[in-house]
């Protein structure tokens, strides 16, 4: 059971990169696929999720309009989509699973599946 983020980079601020997490030895489709990250020197924070059931997404204050999570369970892999980023969007960023049944995903605190984390950094 793994689940494997890649697809960070180096990238100017204004521009865009795409996250992707990809799970082995379990069905994504059946959980909620959430992105967090931590900044040095900073505690992890939630970024996005998007539910299992019906796709329903969320997203921090901080990155709504710029950011987008998507899921193609055919691929058994979640996307975070990133757009318009800016220095303080580096970090290293994890993605995680979680079974949600009938609840929203942002109100988990504990995730059953973690990313080893893939870093991204916004600089010119």
């Known amino acids: 059971v793994q689940l494997q983020a890649f697809g960070g980079g180096l990238v100017q601020p204004g521009g865009s990169l795409r996250l992707s997490c990809a799970a082995s030895?379990?069905?994504?489709?059946?959980?909620?696929i959430g992105w967090f990250r931590q900044a040095p020197g900073r505690e992890r924070e939630w970024v996005s999720c998007i539910a299992s059931a019906d796709d329903i997404t969320y997203y921090a204050d901080s990155v709504k309009g710029r950011f987008t999570i998507s899921r193609d369970n055919a691929r058994n892999t979640g996307y975070l989509h990133m757009n318009n980023l800016k220095p303080d969007d580096t970090a290293v960023y994890y993605c995680?699973?979680?079974?949600?049944?009938?609840?929203?995903?942002?109100?988990?605190?504990?995730?059953?599946?973690w990313g080893q984390g893939t870093l991204v950094t916004v600089s010119s």
């Open positions: 030895g379990f069905t994504l489709g059946y959980y909620a």
């Open positions: 995680a699973a979680v079974t949600d049944g009938t609840n929203v995903c942002p109100a988990f605190t504990v995730w059953n599946y």
